[in-house]
């Protein structure tokens, strides 16, 4: 089975890098990247910006060249960008906006509503969130009127209202990320019920080089993931979904 990687960071120190609260990561270029997926038959992803390459194209540009087709990117930039520069990005092969509401480095809450309806107005581009599920009392209704988004590594912590599977239930996709990183006491059983609310909700990513993470990365986690979603849905978690999701 082939693989869409629908999460990890490329980290080229021949491009601006920024420290966030003095974390600075380890390079893992794109080469690295490769070599580290090699055994797993990945055949496209989507090139996430971090925290620490704030509003920096360069980076995800020369990124997206080297990967070549069936690759994606998502960038953070800030409220003010022009509609040409999305555009260009868009060429590029950039198919999304990043709010890292968890660290910071990108738009902030206060321009989600805007910056989000805007490129996906001009560009057909959704809008990722990475935000802790302790803050959904507050995000709920922003992230509810949105066109479509998707939330990292399963919203990093239990969620008691209810909000993230009703979110799925409207249309939202969720990362089956960063296990070595999130505080979800049952991550199986939370991808289970993604699933079971919306098929098309649920998909993959490494998270490499799993910057941060108290555990990186196994491969492992392909195992896990497709135990916990059944046969029925591996196909769709591991690829299909994540490459209608970012149109490539």
């Given amino acids: 089975m082939t693989l869409f990687d629908a999460h990890f960071h490329v980290i080229d120190p021949r491009f601006p890098l920024v420290p966030n609260n003095a974390y600075l990561p380890e390079p893992f270029t794109v080469a690295d990247y490769r070599e580290r997926v090699e055994p797993l038959h990945v055949t496209g992803g989507a090139v996430v910006s971090g925290s620490f390459?704030?509003?920096?194209?360069?980076?995800?540009k020369d990124a997206l060249a080297q990967l070549g087709p069936g690759f994606a990117g998502v960038t953070q930039i800030p409220a003010d960008t022009s509609d040409d520069d999305i555009l260009a990005l868009d060429r590029a092969n950039v198919r999304a906006v990043r709010f890292n509401l968890y660290r910071g480095g990108s738009a902030t809450l206060k321009d989600v509503d805007t910056l989000a309806r805007r490129v996906h107005e001009i560009a057909g581009w959704h809008s990722e969130f990475y935000l802790d599920a302790a803050d959904f009392a507050e995000l709920e209704p922003i992230l509810a009127a949105l066109p479509q988004i998707s939330i990292d590594h399963l919203a990093m912590s239990d969620d008691a209202s209810g909000a993230l599977l009703r979110l799925v239930g409207s249309g939202?996709?969720?990362?089956?990320?960063?296990?070595?990183?999130?505080?979800?006491?049952?991550?199986?059983?939370?991808m289970h019920a993604v699933v079971s609310v919306n098929p098309a909700a649920l998909i993959?990513?490494?998270?490499?080089?799993?910057?941060?993470?108290?555990?990186?990365?196994?491969?492992?986690d392909i195992d896990r993931i497709a135990q916990a979603v059944g046969a029925e849905h591996v196909e769709a978690v591991l690829d299909s979904n994540a490459r209608e999701f970012y149109r490539v």
């Fill in 53 to 60: 390459q704030a509003f920096d194209q360069s980076y995800l």
């Fill in 172 to 190: 939202t996709v969720v990362k089956a990320t960063g296990f070595g990183r999130i505080a979800v006491t049952d991550p199986d059983a939370l």
């Fill in 204 to 220: 993959f990513g490494t998270d490499l080089p799993s910057t941060r993470a108290a555990v990186p990365f196994q491969d492992n």
